[in-house]
């Protein structure tokens, strides 16, 4: 296997955004350098023929999930909150090793790897030849039903989750008198 | 018939727990239904493993609910029976009491019916829960530290041997947990000494063998005044019992390998124990030891692997469940009528108690095993056993007899003997303490009628228990 | 199929019904779709139903892990009547969580599974809507994600080993170590087993007791029912020891660490992590497929009694103490809790006893004696705690505690209903602190007599384990097989039998003869297999060449004496995984 | 030799007086309960009379015990015990019924009094050794309730505890001596145990051990030194306890046994030297403490010492027959002489010091003639009962070695002293107390009375050869004891020896007679400090092995308490590290992630490096 | 090949962030790095094995971060709401 010069200009890039990621003390940037992470990596899902897939994680992944962490950390203006003193100092060098440590055990266990000899073609990784598989009853089908009972589920559970002043301010209706008690505060 | 005898105390118990306004009559009734039902079981007895039953409980397991008696059991059955009549029928105590006693009646018999190794388990186990209730329920202000110390080294001592009961089978290769299948495949090599380990350390708890009995006296001191709770603990040492039935048939190389080690606890602790049982403070930690002494003894016979040996042990473990809890019902009496167990002040009972006297009399000399009474042939056959084996350690062990003779008279004599130092008020407790009233001396007669027939007529029971010796005497090439 | 179009269709429907219909309404209709799939999970019994390309596997082990996890979330809805609509609706969608993952051989479904089952549980684990209970919530949640990653990263390295996605694909070598242990790491943090276990005793403690019910009782149903399929003894040498290792470590850390609480829920959370190590000692054997899903529901039962009774006493933090005298305060509780707590100890004859018995018997099957040992000796430590709790229970309550329920009883009076409002036994105030969720469960009619019920199952299984084996088993009442085999015996290291069935019976698991040591060569000697139904034939292959029909289970017990030919030339034998022709045992 | 059922049945009528006397007793008026318990005992005299007279008579019950028979015998030998100890037991039960009259617990003294001769005929008619044993330690428990009987005093209760314990040190002797012979021979039945020692075939040492175990048993049993320090505190019982038990037949069982199994001791030169030492010291020993005593009961206490000292010097120099010859004389001059002591004692209203007493000779003529043939024979005054059988063992002590005669003569010439110490202060000199003495009722002389006679006549039946050369009691016991053929003296030596002691002996007599009618002089006194403690034995006893005892158990009892205290900090320290993992919990989510972190690291890591 | 290698190293980094980061948003943050990096091996594996199944799965990959995200953030902004901070640090009632 040749390594062309992209490939190492995109293996630095995907390192540095990671980096970038997990060290940048201003949550905004941080973010930022999450979504041009995605970007180099989507660019890297192009050259390996799943172009379909990068599309999407441009489109979903880059340009919506990210976004809206972005919209978070503005929204709680914890961009660059100041967190008070550090009670675990020396954790961020414990973190380091077992990083490593981590690394290099996976990067170990992928060094076996053994492609096949002749893989079967890719075509691309196109809609045309992913659709097939994504919608057949017999192949995946079940599973993206599945995917798509989880965001109803994620739905639900978030909205429960930011608006739990509903109760306080009107209990139900139907609300049996034998339930005393009120929201906390 | 066997099937009743086992769960109808169960059902008693229940049933009197429901309602307990059923009384003492109807845990009587229970209690001597299970004697007769004994004596049907005994005088049908046509030696082997008779009334043997067996029905699939877990087949996949290879567990099966499978009972049945030999001399051993057919010996010890009569022991719970007997006991748990004579205890429901003298103890003063709160119908629950008596309930919770009938149902760990069902637990000791299982223990000596089971013929399946993990039914006997189930039996071994369950039985410490009516144990504990009975502690935690009537027991002293201190109890909670002697619940805890009984239940953790049951349990501490007990699960493993779990570990130990899959070995016998796994390693061994039998095709379930029977009895049958074990000991047609005992185990053998390094696996058995570990798993007899595992064994030694449930029953060394439940022998009680020395170190292990520490748990013994506060569990006595700790029970309700009254000794049901005690006699029914007493009941439950069936270590000697389970090392007869399971442990040792079914690893007779690992026991071989334990035996230079678990004869020397037996002997030690029966002397120990005897001389501690010298200073003990009260009436309950007296016997408290006195049992250690007496169960290492038997212990040092079954150790001892021979024909002897065993016949003694079993027959030692019997008798002494029966003086041992009668002697803790007789402390209940005395209990009723002084309020208090301590041993110092002396209390000159025997003027105007005789009957009383006489009964103590009547168990203390069974206790010591005084010929004649029930404990004197299960210690001479102990005794025939392991002189054969060490006679050094017989010699040790039956210091204790000297010992024992020690302890007990001493005892006897604060309590029964000599003039109180109290000239005045006399007469006021001359009226107070009353002599045995008639249920009183029912047990009293029960208890010394058997006292005395298992003393004078051993035969009874020796002649199921000699084929049991020669079986374990044969499993080390004795026998003959 | 019915059963997954239930669960799922249900909580789609219900969450858009929801806005018009009431709370109660919607609670209701949740009960009772509960109810209907786990009665359509009986229908067929024994028959594996498969779907969408065999990613939907529907088969006893799933069938009956559905059931327990349906009985877990009838509890805590039954218990819990929260104060807004989506309370059921996140449970149904946890238990439809758990059915998927317990009926598929799909990594990818499971991992989708997996978080249709976490992302209700998150939410309900803050439903207290306090400090704690948002603690708990981020904690289970961050750390969720991380294990989340760890598991997709793993399926990842999975499919680069073998190129599938499926369970029990073949494979070697440090890659797929590799993937298997990421996988395993990703369920022992569902499962809670050190060190991965941390979350546990945290959102315990912080969630709801209702919530914390339903998470004792149910997510390991499902983290078990996924291990099941992927780590079968086959893959043994590759996963043994390091299951091995967080079991031990398990068991010790969860029961010492048990010992130094004085919270209710925390402590049960620590008895949570060391019976999370004792199910793993299951997989080891070659039934665990039956007798894990045994000690799921009997633990599940006694932690459900355990966690319902607490339930009823408050839903936030529980001091021991407040346990004292609830045999005298409310005798049908305390009752329901000593025995509970006695058969989560597992003393005999309960059924925590046959469920530890049970899985302690599949890792001495297979070896793991240290293993036995160590998991027996904490057993007996666990004890400790357990007893305290069971004497708590019986002791005599306090002045204060008297007081408490006469002011208790006072206000039940004024509420006058008997249907009420959970009189706290406790001491906490009506009416203070209960959060979004209702206060302390109701202790009506509805809750006790599930409390009953659970409590009948518990004695049916302690009284006839049998029951529960069966139910777990796959196929008609096995018939035991016995073989007798006369020597020679040299040359025969891989032989097997099968059992010819006339209609073909799909096994999850293969059922091996669990009466001949496992991994041994064939030896002369008497053998019984189990599994296997009336009308079988057995059939015996020795070197993969058959030695022809030897005898038929016509009767429950068959002997057979199979007389050996002269040892065959050797040769590699690695046993197919049959559809059709179940492999009974790979080597007698 | 016939299997009969009348042979258990003597026991039985003992025991039933036991049994109906200790539940009925108090529906019994005075003196029937007595009479009922006397004639009890009777009854068992003429059964076993009569039996003997048939021949003997055996009774088995197979298999008791496992391999371990429940068998009677009745030979000569045991029948010569069985009459003594019935015949005997018989007249003091008699003169009980007298004596104890007025007392509290006249039925329940008749009642362990039956148990007591139940005990010791089964005692002499067991043949299986487990048998024998249940008598042994029947009689001590018996000799235990007598001696307590009136427990309500401390000291009565003490002693009659320290005999039982001093006993039991004896029987453990006893057990072990059974295992030994059951793991050498497989059989504990006496008479299968004399085959089988014939038949040979076994270690000789180990055999010897036997007979040393047993030895201890009897040393407990016939309180030899060093096993003697209950013997004198038993004097607190009752007189008749002290007449039957502690004299006339329980303590000789010891005797009795070692005479069983002579077939075990004949050969073995090293066991009967030892017996013989033990002997000679006992005798001696008793002797010396017996001349410091004041308590009348004590006096004759130790003289019962010393003659037991005769006795087990003749077993060790090989006379059994000797042995039981003198067991029987003994059991009449020593019964005699106690219930002479409980006749004035009974005068006297209960006083036991012979300082108090004193010139009975005038107030109890009756009593007095008792005492002086009891002073005779006890003193070996030919041609009593006492001097024929003390001869036969100076005789063979003399074949055994002269030097042991010499010294066997000093302890006749004690007992001379002993026996006539005790007649003058009781008899002679002025009364010096303040009781009114009276004489004994009939029901207590006429006992006397034949005892009397007993003691002056019994020695016929066991002349010496010189003088009868087939006597009775040798050739009648030879066929139970076995056939040891004994050396005989030559004539001439008989003669002389028999002449030298009873020259010795009536000069002794004569001369202490006269000596202890004068003021002691100081030695003596100072002697009598010593012999008065029993030169100090029980206080060495105390300081070597009671009180070191009785502190270890303390000590044990508290090391018991650390054993648990032990266990429980085990739990503690497992409590510990619980706590000490529960702290890992921090709740700090981060620490959480490292850790978990770490352990897939450390797992990974050894999955993929394996 | 490379790939799967910089797919490891970017695992590793997310999970220093991970453990690193002191706000919940940013540990999240990292914690989607990591799935991002099962992913790119997903799609490394997928083209070196020819397999479309492989591509499939990354699709519901980025449906379940996307699930993951919704509830994670909604969680945070509900704890910052009643807190004021989303420092993981300051957490630390339950413990024990």
């Given at each position: ?185 | ?480 | ?448 007599s599930i409390l009953l019920v659970a409590l009948g199952l518990l004695g049916l299984l302690s009284i006839l384990p049998a029951l529960g084996l ?119 | ?136 330690e029947g009689v001590g428990l018996a000799s235990y309730l007598l001696i307590g009987f009136w427990y309500n005093q401390r000291v009565n209760a ?328 004994l050396e005989k003296l030559p004539v001439l030596t008989e003669w002389i020896l028999i002449i030298v002691s009873a020259v010795v002996a009536a ?104 | ?96």
């Open positions: 296997m040749s390594v062309g010069i992209w490939e190492i200009v995109a293996l630095v890039l995907l390192v540095i955004t990671a980096i970038a990621v997990v060290r940048l003390q201003n949550a905004v940037h941080a973010a930022l350098a999450l979504i041009a992470n995605f970007l180099v990596v989507a660019g890297v899902y192009v050259a390996l023929e799943a172009r379909f897939v990068a599309m999407i994680q441009i489109i979903v992944y880059a340009g919506a999930i990210v976004v809206l962490f972005l919209f978070v950390i503005m929204l709680l203006s914890a961009a660059s909150a100041s967190m008070g003193k550090d009670l675990f100092p020396r954790l961020p060098w414990v973190a380091g090793l077992g990083a490593v440590g981590l690394a290099g055990v996976l990067l170990l266990a992928l060094s076996h790897f053994q492609p096949p000899a002749s893989p079967p073609p890719l075509q691309g990784g196109l809609p045309q030849v992913l659709g097939p598989l994504l919608y057949d009853p017999q192949q995946w089908l079940y599973a993206l039903l599945l995917v798509g009972f989880l965001l109803l589920v994620a739905t639900v559970a978030a909205v429960v989750l930011i608006e739990p002043e509903r109760i306080a301010s009107q209990p139900g209706p139907e609300a049996p008198k034998d339930e005393p008690g009120v929201a906390e505060r | 018939m066997i099937h009743m005898g086992l769960w109808l105390p169960l059902l008693a118990g229940l049933v009197l727990l429901l309602f307990p306004s059923l009384g003492r009559g109807f845990a009587v009734a229970s209690a001597a239904a299970s004697l007769v039902i004994w004596l049907v079981l005994f005088v049908g007895y046509d030696g082997g493993v008779a009334y043997y039953s067996q029905t699939p409980f877990l087949p996949e397991l290879g567990v099966y609910y499978s009972v049945g008696l030999d001399g051993s059991g057919l010996l010890l059955w009569f022991a719970v029976s007997l006991v748990v009549l004579l205890g429901v029928w003298i103890a003063d105590v709160p119908v629950r009491f008596l309930a919770l006693s009938l149902i760990m009646q069902t637990g000791l018999l299982g223990i000596f019916a089971a013929q399946d190794l993990v039914l006997f388990y189930v039996f071994f186990e369950a039985t410490l829960i009516p144990a504990l209730l009975m502690l935690w329920f009537f027991g002293g202000p201190d109890r909670l530290r002697a619940i805890y110390t009984f239940a953790l080294f049951t349990l501490v001592g007990s699960l493993p041997m779990l570990a130990a009961i899959f070995a016998v089978r796994y390693l061994g290769g039998a095709e379930s947990f029977l009895f049958t299948d074990l000991a047609a495949n005992p185990l053998t090599g390094p696996a058995a000494t570990l798993a007899f380990l595992g064994f030694l350390l449930a029953l060394a708890v439940k022998t009680p063998l020395f170190p292990l009995h520490a748990w013994l006296p506060g569990f006595h001191q700790q029970n309700h005044p009254s000794g049901l709770a005690d006699a029914m603990g007493t009941l439950y040492k069936v270590g000697i019992f389970a090392f007869f039935k399971w442990a040792i048939p079914l690893m007779p190389e690992g026991f071989q390998q334990w035996q230079g080690l678990l004869l020397f606890l037996a002997a030690f602790g029966a002397l120990y124990a005897a001389w501690v049982a010298f200073s003990a403070p009260d009436w309950k930690t007296l016997l408290a030891y006195a049992g250690v002494s007496h169960l290492g003894m038997g212990a040092l016979g079954l150790f001892s692997g021979n024909m002897e040996g065993t016949v003694g042990a079993l027959y030692l473990l019997g008798a002494s469940m029966i003086y041992g809890s009668a002697m803790f019902l007789f402390v209940g009496l005395v209990y009723k009528r002084t309020g208090s167990l301590e041993l110092m002040p002396v209390r000159g009972l025997a003027r105007h108690t005789p009957a009383l006297y006489v009964l103590g009399m009547f168990l203390l000399m069974a206790m010591i095993g005084l010929p004649g009474l029930s404990g004197f042939p299960g210690e001479l056959m102990v005794l025939l056993g392991a002189y054969q084996v060490s006679p050094w350690l017989t010699f040790v062990t039956f210091v204790s007899v000297v010992a024992a003779a020690a302890y007990a008279l001493t005892a006897f004599q604060k309590l029964f003997q000599e003039t109180p130092p109290r000239p005045a008020s006399d007469a006021a407790q001359a009226s107070a303490v009353l002599d045995l009233n008639w249920r009183e001396w029912g047990f009293a007669a029960l208890t010394v009628g058997v006292l005395l027939l298992m003393g004078l007529y051993p035969k009874l029971f020796t002649v199921y228990l000699e084929p049991l010796g020669r079986a374990i005497a044969a499993l080390f090439g004795g026998g003959a | 199929m019915t059963t997954l179009y239930i669960l799922v269709g249900l909580a789609t429907v219900l969450t858009l019904l929801s806005f018009v219909v009431s709370r109660e309404a919607s609670r209701y209709i949740a009960v009772s779709g509960l109810l209907l799939a786990g009665l359509y999970s009986l229908v067929d019994w024994g028959q594996t139903v498969i779907g969408f390309g065999g990613l939907y596997q529907f088969d006893t082990l799933a069938r009956g892990l559905t059931i327990v996890a349906i009985l877990g979330g009838l509890w805590a809805l039954l218990l819990g009547p929260a104060r807004k609509f989506e309370f059921p609706l996140l449970v149904l969608f946890a238990v439809a969580g758990i059915h998927i993952m317990a009926s598929t051989p799909n990594l990818v479904v499971m991992v989708i599974a997996l978080e249709i089952l976490s992302l209700p549980l998150y939410v309900l684990a803050t439903w207290q809507r306090n400090e704690k209970g948002f603690e708990a919530g981020l904690k289970y949640f961050l750390l969720g994600a991380l294990a989340a990653a760890i598991f997709l990263y793993g399926i990842a390295l999975y499919f680069g080993a073998t190129g599938s996605f499926a369970v029990g694909a073949a494979g070697s070598g440090p890659l797929y170590t590799a993937a298997l242990l990421l996988i395993l790491t990703a369920f022992a943090f569902k499962i809670a087993m050190v060190p991965f276990h941390w979350w546990a005793p945290d959102v315990y403690q912080g969630s709801p007791t209702v919530v914390t019910l339903f998470m004792a009782t149910v997510v390991k149903v499902a983290a078990f029912a996924a291990m099941l399929r992927i780590f079968t003894p086959e893959g043994l040498e590759v996963w043994g020891m390091a299951l091995a290792a967080l079991i031990a470590l398990t068991i010790l850390f969860g029961n010492l660490g048990a010992l130094a609480q004085s919270e209710a829920k925390r402590l049960f959370a620590y008895s949570s992590i060391a019976n999370a190590g004792y199910i793993g000692l299951g997989l080891f054997g070659p039934t665990g497929g039956i007798t894990i899903p045994f000690y799921l529901l009997s633990y599940g039962l006694a932690t459900g009694i355990i966690f319902a009774v607490l339930a009823m006493l408050s839903n936030q933090d529980i001091p021991l103490e407040r346990l004292r005298g609830l045999w005298y305060r409310r005798p049908l509780l305390g009752g329901a809790m000593a025995i509970s707590v006695l058969s989560v100890l597992g003393l005999p004859p309960l059924a925590g006893f046959w469920a530890k018995f049970m899985v302690f018997q599949e890792a001495a099957l297979a070896g793991f004696w240290g293993l036995v040992v160590l998991a027996l000796l904490t057993s007996a430590i666990g004890a400790y705690y357990y007893l305290k709790v069971f004497f708590l229970v019986f002791s005599r309550p306090t002045l204060v505690q008297e007081a408490d329920d006469r002011e208790a009883e006072a206000a039940l009076a004024e509420f006058g209903s008997s249907e009420a409002p959970g009189i706290p036994v406790s001491s906490a105030p009506l009416g203070l602190t209960q959060g979004l969720m209702a206060p302390a469960a109701h202790t009506g009619l509805p809750t006790l069966r139910f777990f088993s796959p196929g008609p009442t096995t018939a035991t097989v016995a073989a007798t085999i006369t020597a020679p015996t040299v040359g025969y290291s891989h032989s097997e039998y099968r059992f010819i069935t006339p209609n073909p019976r799909p096994l999850h698991h293969p059922l091996h003869a669990l009466r001949a040591p496992p991994g041994g060569a064939l030896t002369a000697g008497s053998h019984t297999l189990l599994d296997g139904s009336p009308g079988d034939s057995l059939e015996l292959f020795a070197n993969r060449s058959p030695l022809g029909l030897v005898g038929d289970c016509s009767e429950r017990r068959v002997t057979v004496v199979v007389t050996l030919p002269l040892p065959a030339p050797s040769c590699e034998a690695v046993r197919p995984r049959g559809q059709d022709l179940t492999p009974i045992v790979d080597s007698l | 030799m016939q299997e009969t059922i009348f042979l258990p049945l003597i026991i039985a009528l003992p025991l039933l007086g036991f049994v109906v006397l200790g539940l009925f007793g108090k529906h019994f008026k005075e003196p029937v309960a007595g009479w009922l318990a006397s004639s009890l005992v009777l009854g068992s005299f003429l059964l076993g009379l009569y039996l003997l007279f048939q021949g003997g008579a055996r009774w088995t019950l197979l298999d008791w015990l496992p391999g371990i028979p429940f068998s009677f015998n009745l030979d000569n030998l045991s029948g010569v015990m069985l009459l003594v100890v019935t015949g005997v037991g018989f007249l003091i039960h008699v003169w009980a019924i007298g004596y104890m009259h007025g007392d509290p617990g006249y039925s329940r003294f008749f009642s362990y009094f039956n148990l007591f001769i139940a005990a010791m005929l089964v005692l002499v008619l067991g043949d299986s050794l487990p048998v024998v044993f249940i008598g042994w003490d002693s009659a505890r320290k005999a039982f314990i001093v006993n039991r040190i004896g029987d453990l002797g006893f057990l072990l001596a059974m295992g030994l012979l059951w793991k050498m021979f497989g059989t504990l039945s006496i008479s299968e145990l004399v085959q089988k020692v014939e038949a040979g075939g076994y270690n000789p040492a180990a055999l010897t051990l036997a007979g040393l175990l047993l030895l201890i048993g009897a040393m407990g049993k016939s309180a030899q030194v060093p096993l003697m320090v209950w013997l004198p505190d038993a004097m607190a019982g009752p007189t008749p306890v002290s007449a039957l038990i502690h004299a006339a037949t329980m303590v000789t069982a010891g005797v009795y046994l070692l005479v069983r199994h002579a077939f075990m001791l004949h050969g073995d030169a090293c066991l009967s030297g030892l017996i013989v030492v033990i002997g000679l010291i006992t005798a001696i020993y008793g002797a010396l403490a017996s001349l410091g005593q004041w308590d009348i009961k004590r006096i004759v206490a130790y003289t019962t010492l010393s003659q037991l000292g005769f006795m087990f010097v003749a077993v060790g120099v090989g006379a059994y027959w000797v042995a039981i010859f003198h067991i029987v004389t003994h059991a009449f001059f020593k019964a005699l002489m106690f219930m002479t002591s409980g006749s004035v004692i009974h005068a006297l209203g209960g006083e036991q010091d012979v300082r108090q007493m004193g010139g009975m000779r005038k107030y109890l003529p009756s009593t007095h003639i008792h005492g002086v043939v009891a002073t005779l024979a006890s003193g070996g005054l030919i041609p009593l009962a006492g001097f024929w059988s003390k001869d036969a063992i100076l005789a063979y002590s003399f074949a055994y070695g002269p030097l042991l005669w010499a010294l066997m003569m000093i302890a006749s010439v004690l007992a001379a002293l002993y026996s006539v110490r005790w007649y003058v202060l009781v008899f002679w000199g002025d009364y010096r107390g303040k009781e009114h003495p009276h004489e004994s009722p009939p029901v207590m002389l006429w006992p006397n009375h034949i005892l009397m006679v007993g003691a002056a006549g019994a020695g016929f039946m066991g002349l010496p050869y010189v003088i009868d050369y087939q006597n009775f009691l040798n050739p009648f016991l030879t066929p139970a004891i076995g056939d040891f053929a000069v002794t007599l004569w001369w202490g007679f006269g000596f202890y009618q004068q003021k002691a002089p100081p030695w003596l006194e100072r002697f009598q400090v010593w012999a008065l403690e029993g030169f100090y034995a029980d206080a060495l006893f105390n300081t070597i092995l009671v009180n070191p005892a009785r502190s270890l158990a303390g000590v044990l009892l508290d090391a018991d308490r650390g054993i648990l205290a032990g266990f429980t900090g085990l739990g503690s320290l497992v409590g510990g590290l619980g706590r000490l993992l529960a702290s890992l919990q921090t709740g700090a989510l981060r620490l959480y992630m490292v850790g978990l972190m770490i352990a897939l690291v450390l797992l990974l890591g050894w999955g993929v490096l394996r | 090949m490379i790939w799967l290698f910089a797919s490891a190293l970017l695992f590793a980094i997310g999970t220093y962030g991970a453990l690193t980061r002191r706000t919940a948003i940013l540990v999240f943050l990292s914690v989607e790095l990591m799935l991002n990096a099962a992913a790119l091996a997903l799609i490394g594996f997928a083209q070196l094995m020819g397999s479309l199944d492989a591509q499939v799965v990354v699709l519901f990959i980025i449906a379940i971060a996307a699930a993951e995200v919704a509830v994670g953030l909604g969680l945070i902004v509900a704890i910052f709401r009643r807190r004021e901070t989303t420092s993981v640090d300051e957490l630390r009632q339950l413990r024990g």
